[in-house]
């Protein structure tokens, strides 16, 4: 049997196509082994009563963990705080600086660009607990702010115990910055310079070039850096931890804190899994929402 344009379809096709395959068995199976068996076991402790200690068998509970997520006031209260987080600092903090410094830098001279951009990703590549103690120290009582703000004649506060959640937004805009002006210098590179000479010569302005020209033309860079910067903030822990546990109360704890408080604090392995689960699910319906805007093309 052969295909219309001559090569033939069957068994020695079929064996060319498996030996091609081959050396990705190893990767595959290393795959399966360490990613997707953690993951199936996760997904059956979430159904169960597993505690981790003063337990000495788990039982099948069902949906029971869910419901009870649901029907638990601090469960909704670090889902509203993670929402604010994930707004604040990726969806308007990180993507519009990012896009900003990108544009500013695209005009600079080159030692301006090489001292902002040096400076932008210094943070970004500092480990993310070295992060959180520095803008701790920055936002604390006797912190860096507040010494610029009695420099300055104007009134200081106790940041991370006012606004703990705007603070570690911030602190998160800060660090991860870096990821998107340098997603958007490489699209703004790409387009032609042909095109806002152009326009430049009929008139429009710099905002209106970028309202009608550059942002439509940098869309699928736009989707693609709002995905990855959701995703990672959603799963962010450690600065958060560093800077303020939490706490004041539960004023900061987003979900991944909630996770970890119920999992290894409260000892309910079980009821930590299932959360763990739902932050996964709100990770993913951000993932198709943001697949579905970057199908449609320009």
């Known amino acids: 049997m052969r295909r219309p344009g001559g090569r033939p379809v069957g068994p020695p096709a079929i064996g060319r196509r498996l030996f091609r395959a081959l050396p990705l068995t190893p990767a595959l199976v290393l795959l ?63 993507n519009t600086l990012g896009l900003a410094l990108a544009a500013l830098m695209r005009r600079a001279s080159k030692p301006v660009r090489t001292l902002t951009g040096g400076i932008v990703i210094t943070a970004w590549v500092l480990p993310e607990v070295v992060a959180g103690f520095l803008l701790y120290a920055f936002f604390r009582r006797e912190g860096t702010l507040n010494a610029i703000l009695d420099f300055l004649h104007l009134p200081s506060q106790n940041w991370l115990f006012t606004l703990p959640i705007l603070a570690v937004s911030f602190a998160n805009v800060w660090r991860g910055t870096a990821f998107s002006m340098l997603v958007y210098s490489a699209a703004l590179d790409e387009i032609p310079n042909e095109i806002e000479e152009s326009a430049e010569v009929d008139g429009a302005g710099g905002w209106r070039r970028m309202w009608h020209i550059t942002l439509p033309m940098i869309r699928r860079s736009i989707g693609t850096n709002l995905m990855l910067n959701t995703l990672q903030t959603l799963s962010v822990f450690g600065l958060i931890w560093v800077m303020t546990r939490g706490g004041p109360g539960d004023r900061s704890q987003t979900l991944p804190l909630f996770m970890y408080e119920q999992a290894f604090q409260n000892s309910m392995i079980g009821y930590g899994t299932a959360v763990a689960l739902l932050l996964l699910l709100v990770g993913s319906l951000f993932s198709v929402v943001y697949m579905r805007l970057l199908r449609t093309e320009v």
Do not use: M
């Not at 169960?48 to 003063?54: K, R």
């Not at 788990?58 to 419901?67: D, I, L, P, Q, W």
């Open 32 to 94: 399966l082994l360490f990613l997707g068996g953690p993951i199936v076991y996760c997904a059956w402790i979430a159904f169960t009563d597993l505690q981790l200690t003063g337990q000495a068998h788990s039982s099948f509970v069902g949906f029971a963990n869910f419901r009870a997520a649901f029907r638990d006031d601090a469960f909704l209260n670090a889902v509203w705080l993670t929402l604010v987080f994930t707004v604040l600092s990726a969806l308007v903090g990180q």
